[in-house]
């Protein structure tokens, strides 16, 4: 049983029957479907309303990293201002003081007969430089064989010349074989060290000692 509907002013309002065919009809070829993709589309949200990102968790991972890289540019830092307080960072490419200067064994070779060679010895030895100590004695065995006048010494002369003179006398052989030890080392560019040196002296020492006892060729 339908209940009638009345209107404003007391009239009964007629109803209508729904009918499928007319709905269909007048829904037909419209697009819905813009509207509901409107609609589900979330709204941007403005700017300034963003949730700022949570850097605590960044935070609590880095912080071990961060503090052991504190820890290694601090103990460099140190290093570098330790070195400095001790003069380490200075070249040191810096060119060594020789023990004798280039203008001293220019002067060994003008004036070898009032040289001190002595001197020039210890100064060697005192600086480490068994090389240069070696190459001092030979220069004090030809001094003393000038001395002695056995041998005539000259600048320009060589060993071979010294080989020569020394042939008239009966420690030929002695000082060939100190000249021997003297050209390798001397021209063989050999770093001595001391117990190297510790065998050799004895033998420049022995020959210069008997160098008063040789004959003397010249005087004949």
């Known amino acids: 049983m339908l209940i009638p509907v009345l209107g404003q002013n007391g009239a009964e309002?007629?109803?209508?029957?729904?009918?499928q065919s007319e709905w269909r009809r007048a829904t037909q070829g419209i697009d819905y479907s813009d509207d509901v993709m409107k609609e589900s589309k979330p709204k941007e949200q403005p700017q300034g309303d963003r949730p700022a990102y949570d850097w605590s968790k960044f935070g609590g991972n880095a912080a071990p990293v961060l503090k052991v890289l504190s820890i290694i540019l601090?103990?460099?830092?140190?290093?570098f201002l330790i070195r400095s307080l001790l003069g380490?960072?200075?070249?040191?490419?810096?060119q060594v003081q020789p023990v004798l200067s280039v203008d001293e064994l220019a002067q060994l070779d003008e004036n070898l007969h009032t040289a001190d060679l002595d001197d020039f010895i210890q100064r060697a030895l005192a600086?480490?430089?068994?090389?240069l100590a070696i190459r001092?004695?030979?220069?004090?065995?030809?001094?003393?064989?000038s001395l002695q006048h056995i041998i005539i010494w000259k600048k320009d002369k060589t060993?071979?010349?010294y080989l020569r003179e020394m042939s008239r006398t009966k420690s030929?052989?002695?000082?060939s074989e100190i000249t021997l030890l003297f050209e390798r080392i001397r021209y063989g560019n050999?770093?001595?060290q001391q117990a190297d040196y510790e065998q050799l002296e004895p033998k420049f020492k022995q020959f210069i000692w008997q160098i008063p006892t040789l004959s003397n060729p010249l005087a004949a």
Do not use: W
């Not at 030929?172 to 000082?175: K, Y």
């Open 13 to 19: 309002i007629q109803r209508r029957d729904f009918q």
């Open 74 to 79: 601090l103990v460099i830092a140190l290093a």
């Open 88 to 94: 380490l960072n200075q070249p040191r490419n810096r």
């Open 127 to 131: 600086e480490g430089d068994f090389t």
């Open 136 to 145: 001092l004695y030979y220069l004090a065995i030809l001094k003393e064989l």
């Open 159 to 161: 060993n071979r010349d």
């Open 172 to 175: 030929a052989m002695e000082f």
């Open 190 to 192: 050999v770093v001595l």
